[in-house]
């Protein structure tokens, strides 16, 4: 991350590296980015992706699926406005992010369904009948 000071005092130098190692430490590499945490479980039959996307409504999302990329993005705008007699006050704010997922050959692209409960984002992608692993079978020996 590239910073000019303002001033070069020791003082404001070491605050600068406190909070920016800081952060990094616990945002991520990345202290800029945006981009919420993704869970992703492997079972038999499908792929369960969980995107941690608290604060948003179901509207707010667009899935799209690309070939075999599955792309997660969110763009909210807001804006208030307070008039009163001597006074106003107009406040913006605008949300967005975006994740991409390869999707694997054993996916079935016409089987991936999308909900969002408690500020979760789920995403069940079913596997191919042939990429399903068989039930144990007991082989009768002649």
């Known amino acids: 991350m590239n910073q000019t000071n303002i001033s070069t005092s020791p003082v404001n130098t070491i605050f600068d590296q406190f909070f920016n190692r800081n952060i990094g430490q616990f945002v ?5 980015s945006n981009t919420p945490a993704a869970n992703i479980i492997e079972e038999d039959d499908q792929f ?5 996307a608290p604060g948003f409504k179901k509207e707010d999302f667009n899935i799209l699926l690309d070939k075999n ?3 997660v993005s969110v763009k909210k705008e807001e804006s208030i406005e307070e008039l009163k007699e001597n006074f106003r006050r107009r406040e913006f704010n ?3 992010f975006e994740r991409k997922f ?3 050959e054993t996916v079935d692209y016409s089987k991936i369904e999308a909900s969002y409960n408690d500020g979760i984002l789920n995403i069940n992608i079913a596997k191919k009948e ?5 039930a144990p079978k007991q082989i009768e020996i002649k």
């Open 102 to 104: 390869t999707l694997p």
């Open 28 to 32: 991520g590499a990345d202290s800029q």
């Open 130 to 134: 042939e990429a399903i692993p068989a």
């Open 94 to 96: 605008y949300e967005s």
């Open 69 to 71: 990329q599955l792309k």
């Open 48 to 52: 369960r992706v969980h995107v941690a």
